[in-house]
């Protein structure tokens, strides 16, 4: 395997683990948003170190609000990021290619 699969696997290991953390907050009742308030600067670090460039402050931001924000824990933020950056962005480059 290369390096950047590697990479791009261990990003989703990293995300996949972010966004179950963010779930804690349903679990624990009263003290979920207390936790909220601590892990949305942590999650907008981490998007910001995962991913470089504008999509990663974007995505940040996206990832403190989501956080932040009462009831929208349950949106995976660095799933989905992964899968814009990994899948849908790769297939779009994919078809610039072949033109």
Known sequence: MTKEKDNKY???AIGLIADA???VSF???GL???TDVIFA???AWLMTRLYKGKAGQIAGAVAFIEE???GLDIIPTFTLMWLYT???KAKKAEKILEV
């Open 10 to 12: 261990g990003k989703l």
């Open 21 to 23: 953390l963010g779930y």
């Open 27 to 29: 679990l624990i009742p």
């Open 32 to 34: 979920g948003e207390f």
């Open 41 to 43: 600067p942590l999650s």
């Open 68 to 70: 932040i924000a009462p």
């Open 86 to 88: 990994y899948v849908f």
